[in-house]
């Protein structure tokens, strides 16, 4: 194991004080060392993470270091490839790359595939990369960190589930606002019309759904639990809706909605009247450790609405909260809801795990 003040120690030592990412479970103990650091930036993506290192160096001369889930490797390629890379601009970066679905690991089956081909893709951008299990695992990769100085080459370090050392600390994550999720959620689902179909976003929210249907015996509509793809769930859920007659409900929270806000424009202007848009805003990025999204900055209502959102609602607390839901289904109108919620307060959360039955499941008419 290693302890993560030895790796940023690694880095400052090489003259690497620049960081930016996007929030990964296994790398929380890093973003959370992190948090108060003045050069430090929490980016809405993989690809403006590094963007902005890719600017940083542009300014400084100095690489950055970007940090970001596999999953969220793909999101990254087109600056890796089209800025950055050596046969454009040889700009030197250092990926932190949190490997879900290593072949060491048991993970869940859209971590296991991308865990298998991460390595090929590193090789196929031609980016070399070290295995950090160890402080032994520092000597290979300081050598690739003078590499990549010395050639203005991308170069990066791979981290398994459980390679940091676990401090303790008192990281209780902080509720922005009061309204309970889970009492929000069981009160949406017992609202909703009996042929809706509800698409929710990867994280905790399809989890404490598929939770919540079976503990209370809910099972009014039918979901589609987005297991990856973070930042995709509302097109996923604009081209069902335009194809459908049914009600389409969009469950999505507010790192997901930034995360490819350019989307909700194209929903706003070409969605109809059967498409329901609910953001879960909690102003965190609360499965991976609670980092802060900073969505609480955004006026949400005045962003949707020059979206090309016409109806915007907002629940911000238990008080006429059944009487709020029933309004927001009722309209027969494209509408956007946004719900301000605590963190999840759900204990060992279960996961979907027969996709296939999920997805066959969701199709029936």
Not at 83 to 108: F, M, N
Not at 152 to 180: H, M, P, R, W
Not at 344 to 365: A, G, H, T, V
Request: glycine share 6%.
């Amino acid at each position: 194991m290693i302890k993560v003040d030895t790796l940023i120690n690694f880095f400052k030592k090489n003259n690497i004080n620049f960081f930016t990412g996007v929030p990964d479970s296994i790398l929380k103990e890093l973003s959370s060392y992190l948090k108060n650091d003045k050069k430090h930036i929490i980016a809405t993506n993989e690809g403006s993470a590094v963007s902005i290192g890719i600017g940083h160096y542009l300014s400084t001369k100095k690489i950055p270091c970007i940090y970001m889930q596999n999953s969220g490797l793909s999101n990254a390629l087109n600056p890796l490839i089209s800025i950055a890379h050596k046969k454009v601009y040889s700009i030197p970066l250092i990926l932190i790359i949190g490997w879900r679905g290593s072949p060491r690991v048991k993970d869940e089956p859209q971590h296991n595939v991308k865990g298998k081909i991460t390595r090929e893709i590193l090789k196929l951008l031609n980016i070399k990369y070290t295995i950090l299990r160890s402080n032994k695992d520092f000597t290979k990769f300081g050598k690739q960190i003078k590499y990549a100085k010395k050639n203005n080459s991308i170069i990066a370090c791979l981290i398994e589930q459980g390679t940091f050392k676990k401090v303790y600390q008192n990281n209780s994550k902080k509720d922005f606002y009061n309204l309970d999720k889970e009492l929000f959620l069981k009160t949406l689902l017992q609202e909703i019309p009996s042929k809706a179909k509800v698409i929710s976003s990867t994280g905790y929210n399809s989890r404490e759904l598929m939770h919540l249907r079976k503990k209370f015996n809910l099972r009014n509509s039918k979901d589609f639990y987005m297991v990856g793809g973070m930042g995709h769930t509302s097109s996923v859920a604009l081209g069902y809706s335009l194809s459908s007659k049914n009600k389409t409900f969009c469950i999505d929270g507010d790192g997901s909605f930034l995360m490819h806000l350019g989307s909700m424009m194209t929903i706003g202007n070409f969605a109809e009247k059967n498409f329901k848009y609910i953001l879960l805003n909690n102003n965190s990025h609360d499965s991976v450790g609670g980092q802060i999204t900073n969505a609480d900055n955004v006026d949400i209502e005045k962003l949707s609405k020059s979206l090309g959102f016409k109806n915007f609602y907002s629940i911000e607390n238990k008080q006429n909260l059944t009487k709020d839901i029933k309004n927001f289904i009722k309209i027969d109108k494209t509408a956007f809801l946004e719900v301000k919620v605590t963190n999840s307060k759900i204990k060992k959360l279960p996961r979907p795990e027969d996709l296939i039955k999920i997805k066959n499941q969701f199709m029936k008419k």
